[in-house]
Nanobody
Framework: QVRLVESGGGVVQAGGSLRLSCAASGSMFSSNTMAWYRQAPGKQRELVAR???????NYADSVKGRFTISRDNTKNTVYLQMNSLKPDDTAVYYCARDFYGSLTWGQGTQVTVSS
């Protein structure tokens, strides 16, 4: 049973940066695809970024060039570096393990970007 714990959220001014972390328990982390999703009030949860076990990445168009997903398999941790933040990035950010389309979620961390 995998357990995911996010950290690093907070309040930041527009143009600022934050780095989110997601620590995973359990084995086989290095073989898993990991992802970050977000959900803003009144909106559906959406994929922000994904990284495969081989390090291949993909991003939502809205964050390309501003966000970077990475992983450290020695620490069982996945990161989301967020730069040039905008008020529209305000949301609860969730870490997820993607096991052949079956998602396991963390509890989420709030990111608020003030204008």
């Amino acid at each position: 049973q995998v357990r995911l714990v996010e950290s690093g959220g907070g309040v930041v001014q527009a143009g600022g940066s934050l780095r989110l972390s997601c620590a995973a328990s359990g084995s086989m982390f290095s073989s898993n695809t990991m992802a970050w999703y977000r959900q803003a009030p009144g909106k559906q949860r959406e994929l922000v970024a994904r990284i495969t076990n081989r390090g291949n990445t993909n991003y939502a168009d809205s964050v390309k060039g501003r966000f970077t997903i990475s992983r450290d398999n020695t620490k069982n941790t996945v990161y989301l570096q967020m730069n040039s933040l905008k008020p529209d990035d305000t949301a609860v950010y969730y870490c997820a393990r993607d096991f052949y389309g079956s998602l396991t979620w963390g509890q989420g961390t709030q990111v608020t970007v003030s204008s």
